[in-house]
């Protein structure tokens, strides 16, 4: 290996190294929830949660970020994180999860048993709550 090559390594290292400015893709089948250590297989339920430092703690439900989330801000008070959920609607894509409305009753079967299905918007999730009679929730209900 020459010194331009390890140049252009330790400089892709430091690129690739910082923190993420936004969601990043989950890698479905391959990468482990943060809460629960299980593997992130279900395109239509997987979340992720990023710090003002830039890491990025990917969830296999919105349930275990959830939980998460308040184990991380007990820690961390005052801390600004940012949330992404997958629109259950639209699988593998991640939205904000503060802006998101969830679904929650008994009959949505979400990985960890929690029973949440998340939305970009309640257009996205009418279909789901008609048919199942799941109640609306907000991020704010959740994280109480």
């Known amino acids: 290996m020459n010194w331009r090559n390890i140049t252009i390594a330790g400089l892709m290292l ?7 400015d936004g969601p990043q893709a989950i890698r479905y089948g ?5 809460h629960c250590k299980m593997t992130i ?8 949660m990023i710090t003002p430092k ?3 703690f990917k969830f296999d ?3 275990c970020m959830v939980g998460y989330t308040h184990t991380y801000l007990e820690v961390n008070k005052g801390e600004k994180i940012s949330v992404y959920v997958t629109d259950y609607a639209v699988p593998g894509k991640l939205v904000a999860g503060e802006s998101a409305v969830y679904l929650s009753g008994d009959a949505i079967k979400s990985p960890m048993g929690g029973h949440l299905a998340a939305f970009e918007n309640k257009g996205n ?15 704010e209900e959740l994280i109480k």
């Open 41 to 48: 297989m279900d395109d239509r339920f997987g979340a992720e």
């Open 125 to 139: 999730g009418a279909a789901l709550q008609e048919e199942t009679g799941a109640v609306w929730k907000s991020w």
């Open 14 to 20: 430091m690129i690739t190294g910082c923190g993420a």
């Open 54 to 56: 830039g890491k990025v």
């Open 61 to 63: 439900a919105v349930e």
């Open 30 to 34: 391959d990468e482990m929830c943060e």
